[in-house]
């Protein structure tokens, strides 16, 4: 994974505030290849960026959630990537993208509190 996520960097167009949508498809490229399968890094690039605009639309409480998982799994069924594949990666790759920061957080939060900070 860590030779996916390399490979990635690599490939990033810019450092700057566009590198944002560089980082979601790496990170999403890492989930695709955790599960044996590979895809085009400017195809997921180009799949979470129009993805996530739809899903920023729909106006429902977690609703981004819901539809960038259901939207990426079908875009990449797609395009010809597994279906068991595509749907287990764009699952792993919300677990990773939105439960796995908020764990630092908790305990730096804990931290802060102890010391009276907060």
Do not use: H
Request: charged residues 10%.
């Amino acid at each position: 994974m860590i030779e996916v996520l390399g490979r990635a960097a690599n490939k990033r167009s810019d450092l700057g505030p566009g590198a944002n949508p560089d980082n979601v498809a790496a990170v999403f490229e890492a989930c695709f290849a955790a599960f044996g399968t590979s895809a085009n890094f400017w195809t997921l690039l180009s799949f979470s960026i129009v993805i996530g605009t739809i899903a920023s639309l729909v106006p429902i409480p977690g609703g981004g959630t819901a539809v960038t998982s259901v939207g990426m799994s079908g875009a990449l069924a797609a395009a010809g990537a597994p279906i068991e594949a595509a749907v287990a990666a764009a699952l792993v790759n919300q677990v990773v993208v939105s439960y796995l920061p908020a764990l630092p957080g908790w305990f730096a939060t804990k931290d802060l509190l102890r010391a009276q900070y907060l």
